[in-house]
């Protein structure tokens, strides 16, 4: 079985930062009622900067271990930079995402890009 | 059924991800033989015009090819050629039906009555006749077992019941429905019995005396047979009593600049050009089913669905939905891993160059039901083999050793 890559199996049996972030300074949850995937992205913008980021939710093991990824490479980064980061970028460090798939690779990053919406990356 | 039918699958000889194709999702479509492939492109290449109109030798041909599929899909379901509806799918078959009782049986006050295992071809156009006639839709509910439930059926069929609207085998729980039973109780309070028989048709002799329904709809594409279109079967007497749903061309007998008079069906119900290369490549997947007999493609599906069903059985970290007993069955199986999104199995099981179905099969409401987002889904038709089974069975365990 070729199977998944490492770096989606690790993040799927381990997810960092998975929790709430009741410190929140915004939020939002993107779902694709096809499948029943639902994830949720919480951050914390302190100066421009995200200081801390968590997500919940449940799915499938791309949706949740790129949920997981995500948080580790946002953490600490300019808001700015993490809000306009690329979907390459992302798909990229999951070690590549079959086709079919994008859509479960991609959601934790639409609910990131929502939850620092314009407010957010200013503050 | 012989393996050596599946020479006649060109696709089945491709190779998935490296692997040899393995397709087991025959529910949502199935493969095309070469005598269909070839049927289609016969007609365009020999013997193509636009049907009935035409007074030339090539307009008379493809008239005969296209009728002649009608009186094949006649012969199948034991019904007469004028009672067979070509529509574009099951989809707008059912659409026409909903539109037209919607239309001549349904008013403020009435009740349509669905199941809860639609698939949502057979639910959302009885909720917009509903919504339409000021009607109410009520649906009856699925036990436990998968099955439905006879005795909530009959609390909920009232005289204010115009419709019951159902499916004849669940695409997703593969239960095979007692269509004769809740037609005679339908019957009883005059409600109008639609069958959503996509998924029977296809695998087993149904004979359209024996069904007892009024309307039955069903897909060519699933039974071997092209896209693009399906069938509306209705009882002499209730086809002329229905309106159409698509108005134009080759549906009227006579037209004024203000009005127009409806021709017989099932002219009346096909409106605009037919598909006729898909009718005439539907004659040939019939030709090609009677050759293999329905019995036979009914034990195949039979045979290999007790085979899918034990081999899951024995897994314990396997749940599978539906009744446990095959014969009480379609030739499909929807099952979850424990923990495992069924993506993320259908995506591995691809790898090896299986192809499954995984998601909510078009049946939200019912998966709701069941208490899973999404499930698996495997499905098995003439052509699938007891070593695919088997393949498919041992697929699983790695994906479990994988991600369990």
């Known amino acids: 079985m070729s199977g998944y890559e490492e770096v989606i199996l690790d993040h799927w049996r381990h997810p960092r930062n998975k929790g709430r972030l009741p410190e929140a300074t915004g939020s939002a949850v993107e779902a694709n009622p096809l499948c029943g995937d639902v994830v949720r992205m919480e951050v914390k913008v302190q100066d421009g900067w995200v200081a801390a980021v968590r997500f919940s939710g449940e799915g499938c093991a791309i949706s949740q271990a790129a949920a997981s990824l995500l948080t580790e490479i946002v953490q600490g980064k300019p808001a700015a930079e993490a809000a306009g980061m690329k979907d390459e970028e992302l798909l990229a460090a999951l070690g590549g995402v079959v086709r079919t798939r994008l859509t479960c690779a991609l959601l934790p990053l639409r609910a990131l890009r929502k939850a620092l919406g314009p407010k957010e990356a200013e503050r | 059924m012989d393996p050596r039918i599946r020479d006649d699958f060109p696709i089945l000889s491709r190779t998935v991800n490296g692997r040899s194709l393995v397709y087991l999702d025959s529910a949502a479509t199935s493969q095309k033989p070469s005598a269909v492939i070839e049927a289609e492109s016969r007609l365009y290449r020999e013997s193509y015009a636009n049907v009935r109109r035409g007074v030339y030798t090539l307009a008379a041909e493809a008239t005969d090819l296209y009728e002649g ?46 199941t809860e295992m639609e698939h949502h071809a057979n639910l959302i156009p009885w909720q917009e006749a509903a919504r339409r006639r000021g009607a109410s839709l009520r649906a009856v509910t699925v036990a436990p077992s998968g099955e439905l439930d006879l005795g909530d059926f009959r609390k909920k069929l009232s005289p204010r019941t115009k419709v019951v609207a159902l499916v004849h085998v669940s695409n997703v729980l593969g239960t095979v429905n007692p269509v004769r039973q809740v037609a005679d109780a339908a019957h009883a309070v005059d409600a109008v019995v639609v069958v959503d028989a996509a998924q029977s048709v296809p695998h087993m002799p149904v004979g359209m005396g024996e069904l007892g329904a009024d309307l039955v709809a069903f897909s060519g594409h ?32 006579e037209v004024w600049l203000d009005r127009a008079m409806w021709d017989d069906p099932p002219a009346r119900f096909e409106g605009g050009t037919p598909p006729i290369a898909q009718a005439a490549a539907l004659g040939a997947a019939v030709d090609y089913l009677q050759t293999l007999g329905m019995d036979e493609v009914r034990m195949h599906g039979h045979e290999l669905t007790t ?76 052509y699938n083999t007891a070593d695919e089974v088997q393949a498919f069975l041992a697929a699983l365990d790695r994906v479990w050793k994988a991600l369990g």
């Open chain 2, 222 to 253: 699933k039974m071997l047979g092209p896209t693009g279109i399906g069938v509306l079967w209705g009882r002499r007497e209730v086809l002329r009593e229905l309106p159409p749903l698509i108005t134009g061309g080759e549906m009227i007998r």
């Open chain 2, 307 to 382: 085979r899918a069903l034990d081999g899951l059985a024995a897994r314990p970290y396997v749940q599978v939905y539906g009744p446990r007993d095959p014969v009480a069955r379609g030739a499909l199986v929807a099952f979850n891993l424990k923990g495992i999104h069924p993506h993320d199995v259908a995506t591995l099981l691809d790898g090896e160059g299986i192809a499954i179905r995984a998601g909510n099969h078009c049946a939200q409401p019912l998966h709701r039901r069941l208490g899973a987002p999404a499930t698996c889904r495997a499905s098995f038709y003439v």
């Open chain 2, 69 to 114: 599929a009608r009186a094949k899909v006649a012969a199948l379901i034991g019904a007469k050629a004028d009672e067979v509806v070509f529509t574009h799918g099951t989809t707008e078959a059912l659409n026409l039906a909903a539109w037209a009782l919607g239309e001549t049986r349904v008013g403020p006050g009435d009740e349509i009555l669905v």
